[in-house]
């Protein structure tokens, strides 16, 4: 609502331009529409004015500083976003599990999660709204730039779809039991497939703002609005960002929903009550994992284009000042995959086909750990004159190759494959498989994981270590297709095989306290992952708040120091905490009825209607 | 509440070891370069090639990929200014570059040119180069700094510097950040700073400080007229005073003639009358 008043306040209007060449990269030359008139209005020339140049005064002062504020704010709004947007995604698949099925525990299930959702929606709001404020408040020039010049009207749809996605969120939530069985089921199907497409809308939206700012188009060099907003939206980076920001929430929301599922595991009193919060926390689980698979290869993606788009930006972020964070991003990511396995292992001890694999975890807890010291394994660090002599050089004469991407690339993709053999052996634990060419299956499954493994360590030390840069880049690509021939072929295997197995008895609720905390771990390390990464990617655009095109001239534009940041990211992510307690508390809150005392009076709605 | 205390706690406990481990790594701050004019009447050409060192490593991003990982040829290993003549000799180079300095600005403004084998953008088959352009955004050089770090690159490898020193500041000249600019940084503002910088009372009795190695400057301007003073500092062994080795280092390469004037003005005030 605030955006929508602040935008309409602002006065936005059409450009009243069109462009007339569309290809990327290319100079688009202004050309003014003669629809209404020939002669062009004060908004078609306010939108030919080069990008604002403000000075460091022009920048509110409010005795802290603004970006911290708004960083803090920005995140918040981001985390929420992230967790509303991604929820009702796989909300309507476990809901059209459920209807095909007919099973209503996946009904069920899919309504609790969506109460999570309903609750943060509000506080997403909340955020947006301060985060609005606060930047007009504090970048007015920036932001008038972007709202009145740049995207225009664009804004406007936004707002409306904010408005749509507020409809259809209640709809969708209040109409549950409504609109539960039969025909009517198709309706609230319908209508949750509406939402997600509103939801992604906006979030393709937002991205827009996002990657103009990293990597401008539409505008010339002096930030001169002289395509459509077709031309600024789509700029290079808009779609690795669209399709990483969707895989990354839908891994987010999995595990934040996860994380509810092991508190009420937890405080469970009775056996059914652990049981339902059990299959919960592993739908949940399985849904974050499945999703934060794919996520290093759309990161992939996202990176390459930076480089496309500018070396200089993308070595920034992997060989200069911003390279340190992605050890602690390691960090991270292991923590994640190091919590997901260990939630699979755990959760074998449902059944008591998972004896039958248990003899492979060492090992796969072997790859992970070696991949994980390799990946944290810094390329220098800093020495003191004594010790460079001491060593021979800046870098390790054994340990040192272990530092470049190289090693961290077969490291990673080595650590996936496992990673995908935890979740395999998990899925067959509870199989007795029937078919008569499930010896030849095996061979062929074994197999591939070893070619696949052979081909991410010789791809990595041949064309790391003994080929130029381009060759390395391209072996990245090679080490991809390896892992997710392993991941499709297991799942294409895998389910020929479960064809006429038997299944043996899960049972539920028998799984450890302590593998809940898993499930903590793993939104805790998502949520401080997707906090630093955010900041890494705006970083990117040093002092510039539109790269190459309008200087950030702020006190605050600089990169801050790696304790700064993980300061920051600390207290985000302990905000962010704070809130998903009191979301957890309010839709547990939901649940709970006060029985009258004997002897007070009350009268229930039966016992009046006799 | 038990629960909500441990769960709590296991993940605050969690968020602290991230946070531990941004604590052991290098702390660096990236400060934005700040536009600041360069006191081109103060430049020496040693000063003038410590900026073009300067700009490389620094506003001009250079070293980001010119360096030893091969994204972009290694010009700190390389020679240049051979590498250049046998570049401008190259059938495939289309550019209008006769000597090394001509062909190193031409790279800069116009890097594709001429994209050296293997470091063209990928799909371009090394018809279109990476490098942006160094006088747009975002490195945004001025013309003076383009010579700097021209005069930089031929220097790095004894070779002669052919770039001229700049004679005048024009309004559009600007700099790199004030605080890394190593002319501004470098220019001493007083007579104190200048026996600072030099060192001079390594060797001279002078301001608060006792030293026996050169003859003291406390009373110079009773012993030495202004002239004398001067040419004693621009050429310290042309006269050496009696009972003292000619060890004075020579300055006239180093200091600029502001820095001249201010020492020169300040010792010849040294009469021994001082408090």
Not at chain 1, 234 to 240: I, M, Q, S, T, V
Not at chain 2, 200 to 205: I, P
Request: charged content about 15%.
């Amino acid at each position: 609502m605030l955006l929508l008043m602040m935008v309409a306040i602002t006065g936005l209007s059409g450009s009243g331009f069109s462009s007339v060449a569309s290809a990327a990269g290319q100079t688009v030359a202004p050309q003014i529409s003669s629809v209404d008139s020939d002669v062009p209005t004060d908004e078609s020339i306010s939108s030919l004015l080069p990008a604002p140049k403000p000075e460091r005064s022009d920048y509110p002062k409010i005795g802290v500083s603004s970006r911290s504020l708004v960083w803090v704010i920005a995140q918040m709004h981001l985390f929420f976003g992230a967790l509303v947007l991604a929820v009702p995604i796989f909300v309507l698949v476990i809901e059209l599990i459920g209807f095909t099925t007919k099973d209503d525990r996946y009904d069920d299930m899919a309504h609790e999660f969506m109460k999570i959702s309903l609750t943060a929606y509000a506080i997403t709001a909340l955020f947006g709204g301060a985060l609005t404020l606060s930047l007009f408040m504090l970048y007015p020039d920036l932001m008038n730039y972007l709202t009145t010049r740049v995207f225009g009207p664009q804004m406007l749809v936004y707002a409306a779809l904010f408005f749509l996605e507020s409809l259809l969120l209640y709809v969708y939530y209040y109409g549950w039991y409504a609109l539960r069985y039969g025909n009517r089921k198709w309706i609230h199907l319908s209508l949750g497939l509406l939402l997600n497409a509103v939801g992604t809308t906006l979030l393709v939206i937002a991205n827009s703002w996002t990657t103009f700012m990293m990597a401008p188009s539409g505008i010339d060099a002096a930030g001169a609005v002289v395509g459509n907003i077709w031309d600024v939206m789509r700029g290079p980076l808009w779609n690795p960002l669209n399709l990483h920001r969707f895989i990354a929430n839908v891994a987010f929301g999995g595990a934040v929903v996860g994380a509810y599922a092991a508190f009420k595991f937890l405080c469970a009193k009775t056996a059914a009550e652990k049981a339902h919060y059990d299959w919960m926390g592993y739908t949940s689980n399985f849904i974050a994992i499945l999703a934060f698979l794919p996520l290093p290869f759309a990161g992939y993606w996202l990176m390459a284009e930076i480089y496309a788009y500018s070396q200089q930006m993308g070595i920034l972020a992997m060989g200069g000042i911003l390279a340190w964070l992605f050890v602690i991003q390691a960090v991270l990511i292991c923590t994640i995959l190091f919590a997901g396995n260990y939630y699979l292992w755990s959760g074998m001890a449902r059944t008591e086909g998972g004896q039958r694999y248990r003899w492979l975890i060492k090992y796969i807890a072997a790859v992970l750990v070696l991949g994980f010291l390799v990946w944290v394994a810094p390329h220098n660090i800093i020495f003191t004159a004594d010790e460079i002599a001491r060593l021979g050089g800046s870098n390790h004469p054994v340990l040192g190759p272990l530092g470049i991407m190289p090693a961290k690339n077969i490291a990673v993709f080595l650590m996936l494959i496992f990673t995908f053999l935890s979740f395999q052996i998990y899925r067959r634990a509870d199989k007795v498989i029937t078919v008569s060419w499930e010896g030849w299956a095996n061979a062929l499954m074994v197999a591939i994981y070893i070619v696949a493994s052979v081909n991410v360590i010789f791809a990595g030390v041949y064309y790391g270590y003994f080929t130029n840069t381009v060759y390395k880049v391209g072996s990245s690509v090679m080490q991809v297709g390896s892992t997710l021939v392993v991941i499709v072929s297991g799942v294409v295997i895998d389910t020929f095989l479960f064809k006429g197995a038997k299944t043996l008895p899960v049972s539920w609720g028998k799984i450890s306290g302590r593998s809940q905390y898993a499930l903590f771990a793993l939104p805790v390390a998502f949520t401080w992952l997707m906090a630093l990464m955010g900041y890494v990617r705006s970083s990117l655009r040093t002092h510039w708040h539109v790269y190459a095109v309008m200087k950030d001239n702020s006190a605050d534009n600089f990169i801050p120091t790696l304790q700064h940041v993980g300061n920051m990211v600390t207290f985000v992510t302990v905000l962010f905490l704070i809130f998903l307690l009191f979301i957890f508390w309010v839709a547990n809150l939901s649940g709970v009825k006060q029985v009258p005392a004997l002897g007070s009076g009350s009268r229930t709605a039966a016992q009046g209607a006799a | 509440m038990n629960v909500l205390i441990r769960t709590l706690g296991f993940s605050l406990a969690l968020m602290l070891i991230f946070t531990a481990v941004t604590y052991v790594l290098p702390q660096m701050k990236g400060e934005a370069p700040e536009d600041t004019a360069v006191d081109v009447a103060a430049l020496t050409m040693d000063s003038f090639i410590s900026l073009g060192e300067d700009l490389f490593l620094g506003k001009g991003a250079c070293a980001l990929c010119h360096n030893i990982l091969d994204r972009a040829p290694d010009l700190l290993a390389l020679n240049v200014v051979d590498t250049s003549l046998v570049r401008i000799g190259d059938p495939l180079y289309q550019g209008e570059a006769v000597n090394a300095a001509d062909y190193l600005r031409e790279s800069m403004l116009d890097p594709n040119i001429f994209v050296v084998s293997g470091y063209g953008k990928k799909g371009s088959n090394d018809t279109e180069s990476p490098m942006p352009v160094a006088d747009r955004p975002p490195s945004q050089l001025s013309n003076v700094e383009i010579d700097a770090i021209i005069a930089f690159l031929q220097a790095k490898d004894g070779n002669p510097v052919t770039v001229a020193l700049p004679v005048q500041t024009p309004a559009s000249l600007v700099a790199a950040d004030e605080f890394t600019d190593p002319v501004k940084s470098m220019l001493a503002q007083t007579a104190e700073e200048v026996i600072a910088k030099y060192a001079c009372a390594a060797c001279h009795s002078v301001l608060d400080a006792e030293a026996a190695i050169g003859p003291s400057l406390n009373d110079v301007g009773q012993r030495l007229s202004i002239d004398q003073i001067r040419d004693s500092v621009i050429a310290p062994n042309a006269v050496i005073v009696e009972g003292y080795a000619p060890v004075m280092p020579n300055t006239s390469e180093t200091m600029v003639v502001r820095e001249l004037e201010l020492i020169v003005q300040f010792l010849a005030e040294q009469t021994g009358d001082q408090p």
